[in-house]
């Protein structure tokens, strides 16, 4: 796995724009150190559910087994697979 995959854009309907892997990061980031002891880690972007937001764009593009729906909302997933993918592929990258 190269390093374009933190340039890789998808939807996020959470923060309300389209982003780059990176971009969603930094963001998740941000929101940690400006919320401090007030972070959500259930919703730090207002919604629960939030990582779904990646792993839509992650089975979009092919890099995790799964299925969207028609709204492009993912419909089914392998959540340990796509958790380790994002720890070792790109967590585990930055």
């Given amino acids: 796995m190269s390093n ?4 890789l854009k998808f939807e996020s309907y959470d923060l309300g724009h ?3 892997i ?17 972070f959500s880690g259930k919703r730090p972007f207002g ?7 990646l792993y839509a764009g992650l089975i979009k593009n092919n890099l995790i087994p799964g299925k969207l729906d028609k709204d492009g909302y ?4 392998d959540k340990k697979a796509a958790h380790e993918f994002v720890l070792n592929e790109i967590i585990g990258k930055l």
């Fill in 4 to 7: 374009d995959i933190f340039a």
């Fill in 18 to 20: 389209e982003v780059t």
């Fill in 22 to 38: 990176k971009g969603y990061f930094v963001t998740l980031l941000k929101t940690l150190w400006k919320e401090k002891e007030g």
């Fill in 47 to 53: 919604n629960s559910d939030w990582e779904y937001d």
């Fill in 74 to 77: 993912v419909d089914a997933i």
